[in-house]
């Protein structure tokens, strides 16, 4: 969902069918749109599968930032039926067909945000994110998280990111038994940027990140040892 180009281009040359979607924005749309949009435009993938010679069963579901917490909620989609229907959301891909995740710096739980994060967050969700509603529970898919939800690749950055959101994913797939790897690279690497996968060209720790993940989902679908 929303993957730089250069980004992209680096995993096709690793052998990958990519698909970008985009997806509608606030103002004029709000949650969950998103999310339907983006299992409609699944759904359309596993309809024309043949067309675009597509394999939709081994898949790979990735997304950065705002893309990122898309992911993580079709992740949620498809390993949690109660959550499915509670957006009126019927998947074509199940947790078979979805190998892996990749969820880079996804804010999931809408906490401790600035004033001008709440004021944004409040917009799109449609609600007051201060008070418990059901667009925020639904939004926060670390409230449905099970022992159903599919292998993660997970990262961060140190600056202008939600480290604590994913090591709370990251810790909460460990204690359903759910394989995944949290990379997550600290100050002493220097200062890293929010959506830093971005810059796989010219910053070396995207570029490590990048390999790390490339690792990951390749024992997925390509039956590879990560290192």
Known sequence: MMIPICYSISFVENGYNMVNVSYALVPDYKFPV???QMNQAINFLVNSSVKYNLNMENVVVMGSSAGSILTSQYGTIISNQEYANSLDIEPLLTTDDVKALVIEDALL?????????EILFGNYLGANILKVSEAVKQFNTLLHLNDNFPPSSITAANTDGFPEDMKTLSNELTSYQTDNDYFYLDKTHGEIAHG????????????????????FFDKYTKGSTAE
């Open 196 to 215: 830093y996968l971005a810059n796989i060209k010219t910053d070396r720790n995207a570029q490590k990140s990048f390999r790390r993940l490339v690792q």
């Open 34 to 36: 998103p999310v339907l």
């Open 109 to 117: 739980a809408p906490n401790n945000l600035t004033f001008s994060e």
